[in-house]
């Protein structure tokens, strides 16, 4: 199932030489995590908007769930798809529930109901409600306040979710840490998010599907690995930085590497690796660790294997082959 179907998709102003975004088609999956990146002025935030027509198409059709958003009134549109900006645009003067309950407030919820919904939320999100519930957002840091963003946009439990930029406001650690905060979020609620971003790091970090822009129109579109080994074009290798090994190793997992589990590393380990764990993070705690390999668990916590430095450093060889 595809969530928002792209056909054909332009954007011009009349002011302007050359369309902002020029006869896109794409299709974005449903529950999916999908990044559109470029530089700036390549279009891709005037791409997103036109799914919840903050920004009105000139030619082609955004299909969302099914329906031509043209044919939509265009605020049931928007109640019904959650959007999450760089600067939050939370309201000064509304406490942090009031900000959550916002849309579920206009929709004419039973108070009660969104109350509930309000501290189910910020629960979610990691905000206490005995806590954080009574504050304003002046009370807040601003990783508190796009935490709020967050919850005030899924408020309503949309399907889709828009967001344009949202960690851009914030230092280096909290924004890492609200990326590890809304990949497991992520996890939980399944939603289909389009994520615009500038920066490399944090596309190739959450996107399931990533898709390259370039002066309005979309360069390439596939899985993060493909378009680091394969880009399309000059313009792609050179904007994701194509033979960058350690990007490469942060999308593949330790399970690409698993060995036959030998007894005396189960016996001397002082660590021990997930399945999921990325490459990048297994190097850095095998360099870290006094043993050769360490153990390698599955979700269950049961040991399947061992992990060393000779094969992430095989794999190593192997992706560097494929990204040349």
Not at 219 to 239: E, G, H, K, R
């Amino acid at each position: 199932m595809n969530a928002i179907i792209f056909d054909h998709v332009s954007k011009r102003y009349a002011e302007a030489g050359a369309p902002a975004v020029d006869d896109v088609s794409l299709e974005i999956p449903d529950g999916k995590i999908v990044v559109i990146l470029g530089t700036s002025g390549s279009g891709k935030t005037t791409l997103m908007k036109m799914v919840n027509r903050l920004i009105e198409l000139s030619l082609g059709r955004v299909i969302v769930e099914g329906q031509d958003v043209q044919t939509l009134p265009v605020n049931d549109l928007r109640r019904r798809i959650g959007y999450v900006i760089q600067h939050i645009g939370l309201f000064p003067h509304w406490t942090v529930a009031q900000n959550i309950a916002t849309v579920p407030t206009i929709l004419g919820w039973e108070a009660r109901r969104v109350q509930q919904r309000v501290e189910e939320l910020m629960d979610l999100v990691g905000l206490t409600p005995a806590e954080y519930r009574g504050r304003y957002p002046a009370q807040l840091s601003g990783g508190q306040q796009q935490r709020v963003g967050i919850a005030r946009a899924l408020a309503a439990d949309p399907d889709i979710l828009l967001m344009d930029e949202p960690f851009g406001a914030v230092d280096a650690i909290t924004r890492s840490r609200l990326q590890e905060e809304f990949l497991a979020l992520q996890q939980r609620t399944h939603k289909t998010v389009l994520f615009v971003t500038h920066d490399v790091e944090e596309a190739l970090q959450l996107a399931d599907k990533l898709v390259i822009m370039d002066r309005g129109r979309v360069i390439q579109y596939d899985s993060s690995f493909n378009i680091i080994t394969q880009p399309a074009n000059d313009f792609v290798a050179q904007l994701i930085g194509a033979r960058h090994l350690m990007r490469l190793l942060r999308l593949v997992t330790v399970r690409n590497i698993v060995q036959p589990l030998q007894p005396a590393t189960a016996a001397q380990a002082d660590d021990t690796l997930s399945l999921d764990d990325s490459m990048s993070d297994a190097l850095t705690r095998l360099l870290r660790s006094a043993c050769d390999a360490l153990p390698v668990a599955d979700a269950a916590g049961a040991l399947v294997g061992q992990a060393d430095l000779a094969a992430v450093r095989a794999h190593l060889r192997r992706s560097d082959s494929l990204a040349r």
